[in-house]
């Protein structure tokens, strides 16, 4: 089955206060190390949803990286997801939203999500953190339309919440750890040094 693969990393690090797509992290930027564990998953169709400081951001991404240019992204997380429905609705047959500032994804957590989404394929596959649900999560195209109608920073909790029968989770334990601020960075390099 064909998959799309969308990177959310079109927002503006308001909270930390510089571009955190671009930390630096395990000797490359955060982003590009989301990017590097879907490559080495053997995912393909992977794009990277850019947004604030995407003139910044394009030219640090790997060669081959293909990215999609979110205008209105200060309106929230809801226009990245609807980007990626726009782009995938009548290629994919399901998309798969990851975020760019989870240090602890890798190709063995989206190996894992692949798998389980060949089986699960007409529903919904999610995360399940040591503390709560989250990206990655696919979403089969049977759900494009709702994923549209999202706004603001609402982002697709939402719907694996109101489908939480259609739900099938995969094991991510660390997957709660996200860079939102300079607290949360501190707690990276301190947890990862």
């Known amino acids: 089955m064909k998959i799309g693969i969308y990177i959310l990393a079109a927002g503006g690090s308001k909270r930390l206060g510089h571009p955190k797509q671009l930390l630096l992290y395990r000797n490359n930027t955060l982003l590009n190390h989301t990017i590097l564990a879907c490559k080495k998953s053997k995912a393909v169709n992977v794009k990277v949803i850019l947004g604030a400081h995407h003139e910044k951001i394009k030219n640090t991404l790997p060669e081959d990286t293909n990215w999609i240019l979110n205008g209105v992204w200060q309106s929230g997380m809801a226009s990245s997801i609807q980007k990626a429905v726009q782009d995938g609705q009548n290629i994919y047959e399901g998309i798969i939203l990851l975020v760019a500032d989870q240090p602890a994804i890798s190709d063995k957590v989206i190996e894992l ?8 394929s007409d529903g919904i596959v999610s995360s399940r953190y040591k503390d709560g649900t989250g990206p990655p999560v696919y979403f089969s195209k049977k759900f494009f339309p709702e994923l549209s109608e999202l706004n603001g920073d609402q982002g697709a909790k939402i719907l694996v919440n109101k489908y939480a029968k259609e739900v099938t989770y995969i094991p991510f334990p660390m997957g709660h750890i996200d860079i939102d601020n300079k607290n949360d ?7 990862y040094s």
């Open 113 to 120: 999500l692949l798998n389980t989404v060949r089986i699960h």
């Open 185 to 191: 960075l501190s707690a990276l390099y301190e947890y």
